[in-house]
């Protein structure tokens, strides 16, 4: 009989040590490095429920694109961006009142994000060809030329992803099939912005 209060505290001191087993393995999970950036780590613990391995990789990749190409934007670009597509032109007075003053800095940096993904897509396109989808995002999104710069630049070791989950889940969307989207050859135009053409 002395034995059950003895088998009690044995499963107890299991429990507990199961719990901190599982503590310790949750701590290494997060630091575990999933991926390397310009031989830089990414964690886990930085790909979380807002976040997602390609949105830390793929900026960062085409920033550095777009200064080896010089591919920068200039503010009449941006106006003329915000003049055709939202019809707001940050040079004139605000006539609303109800506008917030962080209005404006906000249309003219998705101006200028948008004219830069373009120029970056165009060059793109240019360097390396492939299909281009339409996506509302973005009606001209050289899908083909994206994936093949995504692949030179992991042989070149600009990042590369370790854990093969999270490899396989950063290339499926450039890896699946758009053939309902795939916009033929002969109407992709990089020649003109997507938002002036016709």
Not at 92 to 99: I, M, Q, R, V
Not at 129 to 141: C, H, K, R, S
Not at 175 to 186: E, N, T, V, Y
Request: proline residues 5%.
């Amino acid at each position: 009989m002395r034995l059950y209060p003895l088998i009690q505290k044995l499963q107890v001191l299991s429990c507990a040590l199961l719990m901190m087993q599982c503590v310790f393995y949750e701590t290494i999970s997060a630091k575990e490095i999933v991926a390397k950036l310009y031989g830089k780590p990414i964690y886990q613990e930085d790909i979380g429920a807002n976040k997602s391995l390609d949105s830390l990789i793929i900026p960062a990749l085409y920033k550095h694109f777009s200064e080896q190409n010089h591919i920068v934007v200039t503010e009449s670009e941006i106006q003329a961006f915000n003049k055709k597509f939202v019809g707001f032109n940050p040079s004139k007075e605000l006539a609303n009142d109800s506008t917030t003053p962080q209005e404006p800095k906000i249309m003219h940096d998705m101006a200028q994000n948008l004219v830069l993904n373009w120029k970056i897509n165009k060059a793109l396109y240019k360097k390396y060809g492939g299909d281009v989808i339409f996506q509302q995002a973005n009606p001209l999104e050289p899908i083909g030329a994206e994936r093949q710069f995504l692949q030179d630049q992991e042989k070149a070791g600009s990042f590369q992803i370790l854990n093969t989950q999270e490899h396989t889940k950063f290339f499926n969307y450039y890896l699946q099939s758009h053939h309902s989207f795939i916009i033929p050859s002969s109407e992709v135009n990089y020649d003109i912005p997507w938002w002036e053409q016709k």
